[in-house]
């Protein structure tokens, strides 16, 4: 295993101006041509006199500089490199070689989905269709020529604009398509697409009134599910304008979806390539969830064409660049089109439970990680979410105007270039004449940092202090971490749950910490005031604060910050489902909830919220994954217990509310505007709290949402109550949904994954038998997600189960897929990574597998790291 460091980075030797590539396609039997115009970096100070080019699983034919065939001696082959001896300082290299999509079941470089051809290049398949600089910053000019058969292939797409005529016909019942793109880039946002496709076509008018043609392709038979895609292209390509002042730049904007993906997307230049997941969306068969994460993906793809494409990264270290600021781009779309709060929830939810998990565990890493050994292995949530963090506390230390400026700047400065993430900040302090020295650490340390809160307050002289000390205690490798810039926003309510002037008219501020220990006073505040402290959750912190029930529960009822409200019903919450579970451990008698928290909720549950989203997370109880992430050693069942004992007490002592307001918002018919989408949210919380009941009624009403539905996010929400009843009269209901959607992949999959999820007490048995199932596919990311994954991430209870026989399960699939497909695999091997929050007994089977897989052979470079990693 060769470990890759940042501290190594030098610049390339050889860059290379314009790539021709010239591919004759078959399933089988691929040949690709490629003409680079390559010369030496005036740039590069190394004086190696050697091209070493990258390739993998390629078939070398022919060899040529500057027209000549190349001697044997003149060039050195092995399995990662093509050398060439000695080239002049400037040449044409031309290569000739075959390659085979059909046996590609990695899903990277060209492969082949169904019946279509695509590609996947990020991070470093395009080494995997021709030998090439396979590396970011190695920026060239592409024009692509694709020949092949009319019929089996008469959609043929690759990047940029077309050039030439419509598909020229050829010999051999074969035909040629043209393409280029003007704008420069690296090899991973090649892309290619061939097949029998159907088109859905609209266009966009640019802010400078450029005409763009859109275009979204999918098989014939999901044709009726690309308008909600289509839409959100649309709307994404307004938003970018409007927020962040971006233009698209080519004639055409193309997304492709198709079935066999690794990841959720992805943003080479012009021709987007989408895991069907991802795109298709019709009532019938994709939740309101669904919806919403196909815009947000939608999005994300779009805004890289500034933030990765036009701008993109040096290096793979610098990942985070382009993910973490996507992403922010990403959330604040979302945020505009649906509801600011519920988002934000959502998103610090996520963050919170996997993410501050990852950053606990041994794979931890800094957003800028300083050594890999497989890139693949780095598209973390620590990359992606902590990354938008970092990046929203930039913006929210800058204010909305200075952050736009500090972008635009690093958008103009930086166009057509491969830049670091320091480039990044720096074009926000330059643009601000701001100094994020200190800040800059954010990339470096990895971890998260505990933040400690205490407050006092003067009587006399009328004064409030707030002090903090921050520690950051990561297992991490680096020993002296330094006090991070954090950004803490900040209220205060008096006892009427009014909020106090802090400064003149202001009554929210955001306090910069930047010592290990810091206070804060506030003047003529005339009574000891309540804190709302990291309102917005404005740092990726765990706040540790002593706050009573009392003034949990004030600001549950008061709070102006959407999100600390929210969070304050959740620590409310959190505090009963941890005493019930001390009281489960210990065998004490259960404690009740306090009547002021219940009637808090009651007081919710009656009181019309405008954003009745919103009001829904006010009333979720925390997620059993959240709490067991906020646990030094997890038990399981004592947890579900609590979790359940909590939920029962709600449901039992506000049943009529619940009762009513399912109701009075469950319209059979469906709609897709936010209301209708709020009100089944609300809805099927009602139908959660009442099937903690356990009666015969709610579970009738249970059945009839399952039977009578007219969308899958009714149907869905019912069909996962029935999934966890422990008896066999669910399986009627899972093969009556079987029997409707069998021929639509994405619901086959909600279908597998809700029964690997389920917690019924012969749930690995049945999943066993899922993946015996004709429908199982190894080779289809997707299916083993919804399936193994669902198991292995979303089951605590039986993948925990005592005896092993859950981890034993995983490690079998996860060696089976291993030689099949090693990046999902390797996702798969981060389940086992989080051992050390077991019991002794769980560790040690936990390890035990973890040993078994590393010391299989062969074993992928990508399971190899995730695994002794995980060991550490
Ligand atoms: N930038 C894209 C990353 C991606 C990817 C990475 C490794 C292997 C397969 C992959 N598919 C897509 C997705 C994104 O963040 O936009
Ligand atoms: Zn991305």
């Not at 992805?266 to 019709?282: D, H, P, Q, R």
């Not at 079987?738 to 279908?751: A, C, M, P, R, T």
Request: some cysteine.
């Amino acid at each position: 295993q060769k470990t890759i460091y940042l501290k190594d980075y030098t610049v390339p030797e050889f860059l290379i101006s314009k790539t021709e590539l010239h591919f004759d396609l078959s399933a089988d039997k691929t040949l690709v041509n490629s003409r680079l115009n390559i010369y030496r970096n005036p740039d590069c100070k190394k004086t190696n006199p050697d091209l070493v080019l990258m390739g993998e699983e390629l078939t070398l034919i022919d060899l040529k500089v500057d027209g000549e065939r190349l001697h044997p001696e003149h060039y050195t082959l092995d399995d990662k490199t093509l050398t060439i001896h000695n080239p002049s300082a400037r040449f044409v290299l031309e290569i000739s070689n075959h390659i085979n999509p059909s046996t590609n079941t990695a899903l990277s470089g060209l492969y082949k989905s169904n019946t279509m051809l695509c590609t996947q290049c990020e991070a470093e398949g395009f080494r995997r269709i021709t030998w090439f600089l396979d590396r970011p910053d190695v920026m060239s000019i592409f024009s692509v020529t694709m020949v092949a058969d009319k019929d089996e292939y008469p959609v043929l797409l690759s990047n940029g604009n077309r050039t030439g005529s419509p598909n020229i016909a050829l010999a051999d019942n074969k035909h040629a398509a043209r393409w280029h793109d003007p704008f420069p880039k690296p090899s991973y946002l090649f892309a290619l697409v061939a097949g029998d496709l159907a088109c859905l076509k609209d266009s966009f008018t640019t802010c400078s009134g450029r005409e763009v043609a859109l275009e979204v392709y999918v098989e014939e038979h999901d044709l009726d599910k690309t308008s909600h895609a289509m839409q959100s292209l649309k709307n994404a390509m307004r938003w970018d304008e409007q927020a962040f002042g971006r233009e698209y730049d080519l004639d055409i904007y193309m997304i492709v979806a198709v079935s066999h993906f690794n990841m959720g997307a992805m943003e080479n230049k012009g021709l987007n390539i989408f895991n069907t997941k991802y795109v298709l969306a019709s009532e019938k068969t994709a939740t309101d969830a669904d919806f919403e994460n196909v815009e947000a993906v939608i999005g994300h793809e779009y805004f890289h064409n500034w933030s990765g494409n036009r701008v993109t990264c040096r290096d793979w270290f610098q990942l985070s660049l382009k993910e973490g600021f996507t992403v922010f781009r990403d959330q604040q779309f979302t945020a505009h089109q649906t509801s600011e709060a519920v988002k934000r929830i959502k998103d610090v939810n996520m963050l919170r439970t996997h993410q501050f998990a990852e950053d606990a565990g041994p794979l931890s890493h800094p957003i800028r990680p300083s050594s890999f050994v497989e890139i693949n292995n780095f598209y973390t949530l620590t990359i992606y979410e902590k990354g938008a963090e970092v990046v929203r506390m930039l913006h929210t230390l800058l204010g909305e105007t200075g952050f736009r400026k500090g972008c635009d700047l690093y958008f103009e400065r930086y166009d057509g270039q491969a830049v670091t993430t320091e480039d990044f900040v720096t074009a926000l302090e330059d643009a601000n004449n701001a100094n994020f020295e200190q800040f800059k650490q954010w990339y470096s340390q990895a971890g998260t940092p505990t933040v400690t809160v205490t407050t006092s307050y003067n009587q006399n002289e009328k004064t409030y202090t707030v002090s903090f000390e921050q520690h950051n205690n990561s297992p991490s490798t680096q020993a002296n971490k330094e006090p991070l810039v954090i950004p803490i926003r900040l209220g205060l309510l008096d006892d009427n749950g009014k909020e106090l002037n802090l400064h003149g008219e202001q009554t929210s501020t955001v306090l910069e910490l930047t010592k290990a220990e810091q206070s804060f006073t506030f003047t003529d505040i005339n009574t000891e005031p309540t804190p709302s402290i990291l309102r917005g959750f404005s740092a990726p912190i765990k706040l540790q604060q002593t706050l009573s029930i009392e003034q949990k529960i004030h600001l549950f009822q008061h709070d102006k910050d959407a999100f600390n409200r929210w969070e304050a019903g959740q620590n409310c919450l959190s505090y009963f489902i941890f005493k019930t579970f001390d009281a489960i451990q210990n065998h004490h008698k259960v404690p009740p909830l306090p009547d002021e928290l219940v009637g808090t909720f009651r007081a919710i549950l009656q009181q019309p919220l405008a954003d009745l989203a919103y009001q829904s997370l006010l009333l979720s109880l925390p997620s059993k994954a959240y709490l067991a992430e906020q646990m030094s050693t997890i038990d399981i069942d004592a947890l579900y217990q609590a979790h359940r004992i909590v939920k029962q007490t709600l449901a039992s002592s506000l049943q009529d509310l619940w009762l009513a307001h399912y109701h009075a918002n469950h319209h059979v018919g469906a709609g897709t505007d936010s209301q209708s989408i709020a009100q089944r949210s609300f809805k099927n919380l009602c139908l959660d709290y009442l099937m903690a009941l356990e009666t015969d009624e709610v579970r009738s009403m249970c059945i009839q949402q399952f039977e009578t539905a007219r969308n899958m996010t009714d149907q869905i929400a019912a069909l996962a109550e029935l999934s966890h009843l422990d008896t066999s009269l669910n399986v009627s209901y899972f093969d009556a949904f079987y029997q409707q959607w069998k021929n639509e992949d994405l619901v086959i999959d909600k279908w597998f994954a809700l029964q690997a999820c389920s917690e019924k007490t012969d749930a690995l048995h049945s999943v066993k038998k899922l993946t015996q199932h004709p429908d199982f596919d190894m080779k289809t990311p997707n299916r083993v997600r919804s399936v193994i994954g669902a198991f292995a991430t979303a089951n605590p209870l039986h993948f925990n189960a005592i005896d092993g026989s859950g981890y034993e399960f995983v490690a079998d699939n996860i060696l089976l897929l291993d030689s099949i497909n090693p990046q999902v695999a390797a996702r798969l091997a981060n389940s086992l990574s989080h051992w050390k929050k077991f019991d002794s007994t769980r560790q040690q089977l936990i390890k035990a597998q973890l040993s078994r897989i590393q010391a299989h052979t062969p074993l992928s470079k990508d399971v190899s790291e995730i695994v002794s990693r995980s060991l550490t």
